[in-house]
């Protein structure tokens, strides 16, 4: 784990840089429910959190035992699916009636829910398939073949490829969600995937085995292992922490914690019985875990491991689920009718990164960064900031100065893709940026960097906001002019199998200020201010190449 200094210096680096890392967290609005599925009673028990008191408790007919249970977020609707009968099950959690049951042709595993609750997926083991399911229509959209036996299902953090855990097969699947295809198949020798997780930032998939007791972690970029970790038993299903820190895999004696930085064992809560499945608030300052042998729901500290509160339920408790917003997705941003300026965003938990690309009164180049939190689940909230007298693109190094706080803005979603931001008062709609054409829907491509922050670490005070999609990139500059101005750059381009870009560097001016209201003035955008080359030597790390010849090792900002 990295030390208290360590974590200090960096703090105050990136708060240079206009991340302000503040301990501001969501409430529980829309989490006043954790929803408790018991497969022997057949129950789905609602539960009161942080009271721990038994609210309501519904269920399916009789012989439907509930093993797998997922959240539409932002929303009443649940999935349910049966360990007996061939069907999954709308279910709606404020009434408790079932709202629609969509027939497959075997029995159903494991669910796998899209955050703008339009596609649910589900493992069907003995057809070797993943069904695709409409929400609008509940129908079956797609039925995909995969390998031998499949069992847990994992979304990507942008939603473009889930992940399918191969029992029989020994291999991980890897399906385009916009294509319904399988366009990857990792092979895992002698590991008998059963549950998957993703790590936040994309680059790893965390495995747990059928009957072994190790967590594999699996590089996605490579498609190998890059570690395996003791467990002490077999882990019963794989969970992070919303902040992506920490991991946590109950096994038959306790929930073993394991740190996402180095991979190794943090800790493990051993005073919950025998634990089945964990869940946490969206804030990720509490944590739920169920204990089947007891049928009890514990909730506990996700640092301390301290146990707090619990409720007992009834004996067979497994899978737990709390209600999640709607998350938008990490990425570049723009309103279609003011081309030339656009917004970088990058969701962390459920927190936001976001820095404006507009002009100042004079029309030259400006940018802003907020740290923006939410407090209801819905809207994201925090105060724009603007330094100026750092470095320049081609100077010495200089730290930035912070000139002071432009005023609010905010951001609120109406799917991950589309929303509103209001600057100061001003909301103008925003929606992701297509680099290529359908970009948005395919995603980052296999083994291309990773989409968000990087940086020089020595050289904080400017930064670079990439995204991948496909194999093409947008790369945006943050950083001073000679006189100590703000100032952008940006480039378009293509990154090869090997890793390496290079591009035409632009820069913009004459454009719209952020808060201008008289008529849209599109900013005129040359690319004169010479070459970049990147050489992309993983998902997170890289060597940036400026027009002057001068190297800067760059690597994802880690928040």
């Not at 932002?74 to 027939?103: C, E, F, K, L």
């Not at 498609?223 to 991991?247: C, K, N, W, Y």
């Not at 090997?498 to 900013?523: E, H, I, M, V």
Request: aromatic share 8%; glycine share 10%; net charge negative.
């Amino acid at each position: 784990m990295k030390d208290s200094a360590s974590i200090t210096n960096k703090v105050a680096k990136l708060l240079v840089f206009g991340l302000i890392l503040a301990t501001a967290s969501p409430s529980l609005h829309a989490q006043t429910s954790a929803f408790v599925v018991n497969p022997v009673t057949g129950a789905i028990d609602q539960v009161v959190v942080p009271t721990m008191q038994l609210r309501a408790s519904g269920g399916l007919a009789a012989g439907r035992s509930p093993r797998a249970f997922v959240l539409v977020p932002g929303s009443s609707r649940a999935w349910v699916a049966s360990a007996t009968g061939n069907s999954v099950t709308a279910y709606d959690t404020a009434t408790q009636q079932i709202a629609a049951a969509v027939p497959l042709t075997a029995a159903p595993h494991s669910l796998a829910v899209c955050v703008n609750g339009a596609r649910v997926y589900v493992s069907v083991p003995d057809a070797n398939a993943v069904v695709v399911i409409a929400t609008a229509t509940n129908t079956v959209e797609a039925t995909v073949t995969v390998g031998s036996r499949p069992l847990g299902l994992a979304l990507s953090r942008d939603g473009n490829r889930l992940y399918v855990a191969n029992s029989g097969g020994r291999s991980i699947s890897v399906i385009a969600t916009a294509t319904h295809t399988v366009t990857r198949t990792i092979t895992l020798s002698s590991v008998e995937p059963a549950h998957v997780a993703v790590t936040v930032d994309d680059q790893f998939l965390l495995v747990t085995e059928v009957s072994g007791t190790n967590l594999v972690v699996v590089n996605l970029m490579f498609g190998d292992v890059f570690r395996t970790v003791a467990l002490g038993g077999v882990g019963q299903s794989v969970s992070l922490v919303p902040d992506g820190t920490r991991i946590y895999v109950p096994i038959s004696s306790g929930v073993v914690t394991i740190d996402t930085a180095t991979f190794l064992a943090a800790g493990t809560m051993t005073d919950v019985g025998t634990p089945g499945a964990v869940a946490f608030n969206s804030s990720g300052t509490a944590g739920y875990v169920t204990d089947t042998t007891g049928g009890r729901l514990v909730a506990f500290d996700p640092t301390t491991l301290i146990v707090s509160s619990e409720i007992t339920l009834a004996a067979g408790v497994s899978a737990v689920a709390l209600p999640q917003p709607m998350a938008p997705q990490s990425g570049w941003w723009w309103n279609t009718s003011e081309p030339g300026r656009g917004y970088a965003l990058e969701v962390y938990g459920w927190k936001i990164i976001y820095s404006p690309f507009v002009y100042d009164v004079d029309g030259d180049p400006l940018w802003y960064m907020a740290y923006l939190a939410t407090t209801d689940g819905e809207t994201y909230t925090g105060d724009l900031l603007q330094y100026r007298n750092g470095q320049s693109l081609g100077g010495a190094y200089q730290a930035p100065q912070l000139v002071g706080t432009v005023g609010p803005v905010s951001l609120r979603f109406t799917s991950p893709t589309s929303g509103t931001a209001t600057h100061l008062g001003a909301p103008i709609t925003v929606q992701r940026y297509d680099v290529v054409a359908n970009g948005v829907a395919a995603g980052r491509g296999s083994g291309m960097p990773q989409t968000g922050w990087w940086w020089g670490p020595t050289e904080w005070g400017r930064g670079y906001f990439v995204e991948t999609q496909n194999d093409n990139f947008f790369f945006g500059a943050f950083m001073y002019d000679s006189l100590g101005d703000a100032a952008w750059y940006s480039a378009t381009g293509t990154v090869s199998t090997s890793g390496f870009a290079q591009a035409a560097l632009a820069k913009c001016r004459n454009g719209q200020p952020l808060l201008d209201t008289t008529a849209y003035k599109q900013g005129v955008c040359t690319t004169d201010q010479g070459t970049i080359t990147i050489q992309f030597q993983s998902g997170s790390t890289a060597t940036l190449t400026l027009p002057n010849g001068a190297s800067v090792a760059l690597e994802r900002v880690i928040y």
